[in-house]
């Protein structure tokens, strides 16, 4: 099992920049296909960024594609999530999450082990 916790969200205006964290501890945790999603309310949870676990592969969502960088830094057992040129349909809470599996997955079930969440809302 992994623990995440995210860290990083807030309130920002249109065209700004965040970037959120996701500290992982536990057994192997930098060995993990990490990946970030989010979701607003009414909605299902998205694909917004995922990465291997030497992150020499990284895979995007197309609403995010450009504007968003991730990274992790093994050695600090830490993911994160650069955002910029961000946009009001943005916001959302954003969640870190952790696969066992040897791919970059797009989809949810693949995701053993969840964050808590950090919500970011951008303001027009």
């Known amino acids: 099992q992994v623990q995440l916790v995210e860290s990083g969200g807030g309130l920002v205006q249109a065209g700004g920049s965040l970037r959120l964290s996701c500290a992982a501890s536990?057994?192997?945790?930098?060995?993990?296909?990490m990946g970030w999603f989010r979701q607003a309310p009414g909605k299902e949870r998205e694909f917004v960024a995922g990465?291997?676990?030497?992150?020499?592969?990284?895979k995007y969502g197309d609403s995010v594609k450009g504007r968003f960088t991730i990274s992790r830094d093994n050695a600090k057992n830490t993911l994160y999530l650069q955002m910029n040129s961000l946009k009001p349909e943005d916001s959302a809470a954003y969640y870190c999450a952790a696969s066992t599996t040897t791919i970059v997955a797009v989809t949810t079930t693949l995701y053993n082990n969840w964050g808590q969440g950090t919500q970011v809302t951008v303001s027009s």
């Open positions: 990465i291997n676990w030497i992150g020499s592969y990284t």
């Open positions: 536990g057994r192997a945790s930098s060995r993990y296909v």
